[in-house]
């Protein structure tokens, strides 16, 4: 049967998709099935305006995440047409009588400047900022002066109506009102720093509102003055904005300061003999706050907009920073509005990603989560602006969105990147720069070898589904006269966040599978290791923990893990001794640290230390035989982390046969190792790893995928031979176990 889908989309029948390969035909079926908000915007059943309920003032309620039909929209920009008619915005001549024809004119379009248009007839209507922007801030857009070309010119004109901005106007407007903050991930080319301007110019010349029009001071921030200003940054637009409203408004138009330079606009005019300031005394102010984000602590803005949010390395301090300027209590005096784009070498996400998926926390306006994969992502979200919405060819006169032909294009358009390029990121980039759903949006980038979009969808999962971490044993290991160790459970918090404000909280030991013991009752020899990336310092200096990992060569899984501070790194060496014990495995480290082998040396257990992996010398990534405490572990070098790095990656992406239940019937399913990861930490650190900073967990598991490798280079992949190959060792022996016990 066809799927069927509304007038405003280009008919499954006529995209023709028999033409193009199986991997497109299913990617595009995937996400029209799959994704809440597509299928909304494609249903034969998506509403219009006559049919919402309305609010007492006869407005319909926009739900954001249902988005109607738009329709004859052209009706909310009755300025913008007479002006592109006549050249003006009205030929009655100016009179400050406000009873005058003229006064009654201007007195409406503030009016609806500040609180909306209204179409009686059957409640649609758009919010303030939205008939500013639609009707008083002229872009450039793009027109095509030949259909059947590609080849199109950007031209100087008013906005046309895109359901997009329709959505995000809504959105900014019901953040405000219900005393919330915005955040916006957009795709590239739609329009956000346009939007911005026109927000700031609107307060500048205008003000907020009937009750907030004089004193009324904007900022807008970003990581560096490229972002605000440079021939068409968000302050450029507004400086064109503000000298177009001078030269064909009525709107105030004299300037006490007007300096792109230092970013710096000021409202009014100064009294020759008294040299007072009279206006309104609007401001708006640029400031750049990347290496200090306190510059906006104390500041009482009205309007604070984050341009390229996700750039900010340390966005949660900023947004905590600029909090306090516009709230007191319950009462909310302003809007911070960040927004940002993905898929350029400064973008790292992970702030402004986990701000947006867990809204509430951060004074957030959050909507339903429509926009991801269903199922497959935390229930909340900020505004989301795909890549479907509003790609050029893909929308009505009234801004209505083809999403079907759009989403083709995209999925083509990778497709055919996918195929005929050779630089690995540049798929991930081209994702990032066009999402199609919120976790392609905040993928980085550059500079990252593991595959991170499988790595966000896994960590979407466990968020949407916590009961994942159910059967996760967590407590501490203790060692028992006889020499032995057992698991006792504590109530230690484990660490699962990525990155935390400081180097001191203890963690806990993880462990998702408890010793496997064989016939004869013992843990076989060789069947697990140990990578650790230690620290040596008991006070912490630096942003580095211990962390550890403890790997089974059988499952080719991860089995347990400890991550955290403690209080002496000698209290973290001896946790990797009593969990080798415990595995009765063998550890390989970092020996660029020497505490690991001196303390495993005054406890006379060298030999639950590995020594360098022989293969490495083989394949001349360590060229130097070490001797003595070097003999033991490995040098982290660059080339080494590389190999290590390289190793992870594939272990990350190896097919795995599992058992799954559907339909009340076993069936099995090949996934790749990253999609059985419970470690939510560690995928945080994988997505947003790049080789200068620090990511402890990753050089553990680097150090255990090292490890890993000999065992693949000895038995040539079947670990069942490792086994079989080596009986309990010599330190088997109650006399080495006495030792064990010191």
Known sequence: ????????????????????????????????YNVPFIRTLTSVDRKRAKDLPRDKTGKII?????????????????????????????????????????????????????????????????????????NYCPMLVAQKQDKNKKRANRVLSFPSVWDGHYLKFH?????????????????????KSFCAAAMLSKRFVAGESWEVNQKVTCYATAASK???????????????????????????????????????????????????????????????????ESKL??????????????????????????????EDGDDVYGLLFGYGTSGDDLSDFYAMSEMMYHPTGYHVYGVKNVYDFEGKAPQDFAFFFPGYLNRSGCYDINGNSDVTKALLEIIIDRNQLKYNSTDLNAVTKRTAEVPIVPQEAILRTTGNIFPTAQLTERLCELDSTPSIFDDIYIGNLIQKSDGTVEFTPTTDMPIRNYPLQDNKDRGALEIYTMPQKDASGKIPYNRYIVGLDPVNNDQADTASLSSMFVFDLFTDRIVAEYTGRTDY???????????????????????????PYAYFSTRRCLHLLADTPEYLFDKQIIKTRGFGNTAKGFNATKPVNNYADTLIRDWLLKPVTIEVQEDGESVQKVVPNVALLKNRALLRELIDYNPAGNFDRIRALGAVMLYRGQFIDMYEGDMSRAIEDVEDPAWDDDYFKAYDNI
């Not at 069927?4 to 079926?29: A, G, H, M, V, W």
Request: hydrophobic residues 35%.
């Open 1 to 32: 049967m066809e799927l069927l889908c509304n007038e405003f989309q280009t008919p499954i029948k006529d995209l023709n998709l028999e033409r193009y390969s199986k991997e497109i035909q299913d990617s595009f079926f995937d996400f029209i």
């Open 62 to 134: 926009v739900d954001i995440t249902q988005p109607h039909i738009l329709e004859d929209m052209d009706y909310f920009r009755p300025a913008a047409r007479y002006y592109e008619q006549n050249g003006c915005y009205t030929k009655l001549r100016p009179n400050n009588n406000p009873n005058s024809e003229f006064g009654k004119w201007f007195k409406e379009e503030l009016n609806r400047c500040y609180n909306g248009y209204v179409r009686e007839s059957d409640g649609e209507w758009i919010p303030g900022d939205y008939y500013f922007f639609l």
């Open 171 to 191: 959105y900014l407007e019901q953040a405000r009102n219900s005393g919330k903050h915005a955040l916006e991930l957009a795709s590239r080319h739609k329009g």
């Open 226 to 292: 490229g972002y605000l200003t440079g021939g068409d940054q968000t302050l450029d637009k507004f400086l064109y904005d503000i000298d177009f409203l001078a030269k064909t408004t009525q709107f105030p138009r004299k300037r006490l300061i007007s300096t792109l330079q230092n970013m710096q606009w000021i409202m009014g005019s100064q009294d020759l003999i008294t040299g007072a300031r009279t206006g309104t005394l609007n401001a708006v102010v640029g400031v750049t706050s990347k290496d200090d």
């Open 297 to 326: 602590r104390g500041t009482r803005g009205v309007l604070y907009i984050i341009e390229e949010a996700g750039s900010f390395p340390r966005l949660l301090q900023l947004w905590g920073n600029m909090l306090p300027s516009v």
């Open 569 to 595: 790194a000698d209290d973290a060496y001896e946790l990797t001794r009593k969990l080798c014990i415990f595995y009765n495995a063998t550890c390989l480290y970092e020996n660029n640290i020497k505490g």
